[in-house]
Nanobody, 124 residues
Framework: QVQLVESGGGLEQFGGSLRLSCAASGRTFSPYAMGWFRQAPGKEREFVAAIRWSGGRPYYADSVKGRFTISGDNAKNTVYLQMNSLKPEDTAVYYC?????????????????WGQGTQVTVSS
């Protein structure tokens, strides 16, 4: 069983930065892709970013392009989400997810493992 543990959330001001981390543990970890999703109060969970574990270009939601960067460290089994120029609308619980097989990077149903989430709050 794979376990994903997020960290790095917190309270930040408008325009500030945060870096989220997601560490994987458990059985031999070799995902096809890793992703970040978020869920704001009263809204459905939405795609934020994804990256293929073997390399290649990452994918981003339009709302975070140019501000967020996803990256991975294979040696540490860790994926990161660098969030810059934060806005109040970025306030949400952020979830890390891992996908074992090929699928739609943007679809949460394609992911097999999920972390417990970490809260990000951006004040105006």
């Amino acid at each position: 069983q794979v376990q994903l543990v997020e960290s790095g959330g917190g309270l930040e001001q408008f325009g500030g930065s945060l870096r989220l981390s997601c560490a994987a543990s458990g059985r031999t970890f070799s995902p096809y892709a890793m992703g970040w999703f978020r869920q704001a109060p009263g809204k459905e969970r939405e795609f934020v970013a994804a990256i293929r574990w073997s390399g290649g270009r990452p994918y981003y939601a339009d709302s975070v392009k140019g501000r967020f960067t996803i990256s991975g460290d294979n040696a540490k089994n860790t994926v990161y989400l660098q969030m810059n120029s934060l806005k109040p609308e970025d306030t949400a619980v952020y979830y890390c997810a891992a996908r074992i097989w090929r699928g739609n990077d943007y679809d949460e149903k394609a992911y097999d493992y999920w972390g417990q989430g970490t809260q990000v709050t951006v004040s105006s």
